[in-house]
């Protein structure tokens, strides 16, 4: 299975997954608790810096960048039509910052380092009665199904070109949907088999 995670060494390699994954939880409850459309392009620009900043590391995730732009754009436009395209940018700010947050931990750190971290943060959990395995496996599901989303995207595209000469927008949608109700039935199924063992 792919992975956004890169082996080219960058500086933001060598930061603790713990540091990585506290500044992650930081950005994104600023992102969505200011309204101020100069701090969100302010933090909108320090990402774009920082991804910058990764040389080849960076191109592990450029095709799903740009589905994610493409996405801020609409949102962009949708709500120009409506009449607030000040809330169209706070949201298309938001988006972006918050998908680029994702992109920088996932190519910076391996998989496996991301949910021992995880486990361990949420240990404290225990004493409440939950077992942090539970919410570890759950986050760790969401981040590997986001990867295999635009991942498999990115080969039906590539597919669509060859046969067509052309991109695919929405002619993607319904493969790409099949697709991945097809991996969740297919992991649903496995976890109920090892949860009755």
């Not at 992102?31 to 302010?42: N, Y």
């Not at 607030?84 to 920088?104: D, H, K, N, Y």
């Not at 669509?160 to 991109?167: E, S, W």
């Amino acid at each position: 299975m792919g992975s956004f995670y890169s082996p080219a060494p960058t500086w933001l390699h060598r930061l603790p997954t713990s540091v990585k994954l506290l500044s992650v939880l930081i950005g994104g409850s600023l992102l969505f608790s200011t309204r101020d459309l100069t701090l969100l392009g302010t933090i909108l620009a320090g990402l774009l810096l920082a991804c910058c900043s990764l040389g080849k590391a960076r191109e592990t995730f450029l095709f799903a960048f740009k589905a994610v732009l493409v996405s801020g754009f609409l949102v962009l436009m949708l709500h120009a039509a409506l009449g607030q395209p000040e809330m169209g940018l706070r949201i298309a700010a938001r988006l972006t910052s918050a998908s680029l947050l994702g992109f920088l931990l996932a190519v910076s750190t391996p998989f496996s380092s991301l949910l021992d971290t995880l486990e361990t943060l949420l240990r404290p959990l225990q004493w409440l009665g939950v077992n942090p395995a539970r919410p570890t496996l759950m986050i760790g599901m969401m981040l590997r199904f986001t990867e295999v989303f635009f991942l498999k995207w990115k080969k039906l595209d590539e597919a669509y070109r060859l046969r067509t000469g052309k991109r695919g927008y929405h002619q993607l949608l319904s493969p790409l949907l099949m697709h991945m109700l097809r991996s969740i039935n297919k992991v649903g199924d496995a976890l109920f088999c090892r949860s009755r063992d």
